[in-house]
């Protein structure tokens, strides 16, 4: 029963969103699911959620700029013709961009541990990991199947 309430509070604000304006853009439907989802998954009450959404915005647009200069470093490196010293000055720049991301996560952590009990904050992790699955799941659910792949797909 918790579980199909949980369905219907995800859900809700898509279609309410849907109803009004048409459907939303990828990446609009994706920032309110993810809304919904965390404030379900953490429990978060009205006053809870004042306070956690501007520091949780604040840590995803850090990561964002983070994971994106990262990613144009990336795909400009062309691994097949690098030099040895090349590639693992690439390395150590992914190294790099891993502990910039720990750090970001350790930094808002100690924030939101001034703004929610600390189990909460435990649980941030498990919830954002649950959603990127959850995303994941019901996108290759809609893909439509393909004649060149051959056995079931990978996760099944």
């Given at each position: 029963m918790k579980y199909l309430i949980s369905v219907i509070l995800l859900l809700l604000?898509?279609?309410?969103?849907?109803?009004?304006?048409?459907?939303?853009p990828d990446d609009e439907?994706?920032?309110?699911?993810?809304?919904?989802?965390l404030t379900q998954y953490l429990e978060l009450t009205p006053k809870e959620s004042?306070?956690?959404?501007?520091?949780?915005?604040?840590?995803?647009?850090?990561?964002?700029?983070?994971m994106e200069a990262f990613k144009a470093m990336m795909d400009n490196s062309d691994i097949e013709n690098m030099s040895e010293e090349g590639l693992n000055e690439l390395l150590a720049s992914h190294f790099k961009h891993e502990q910039s991301m720990l750090d970001i996560r350790k930094k808002y952590?100690?924030?939101f541990q001034e703004v929610l009990p600390t189990y909460k904050v435990v649980k941030l992790a498990r919830a954002e990991e649950q959603f990127k699955r959850e995303i994941l799941r019901h996108a290759r659910d809609k893909r439509p199947p393909s004649d060149d792949r051959k056995g079931p797909r990978p996760g099944q």
């Open positions: 604000p898509c279609s309410l969103i849907q109803a009004q304006h048409g459907p939303p439907r994706s920032e309110s699911l993810r809304i919904a989802f004042e306070k956690f959404w501007p520091i949780y915005n604040i840590m995803r647009e850090e990561a964002k700029t983070e952590s100690k924030q």
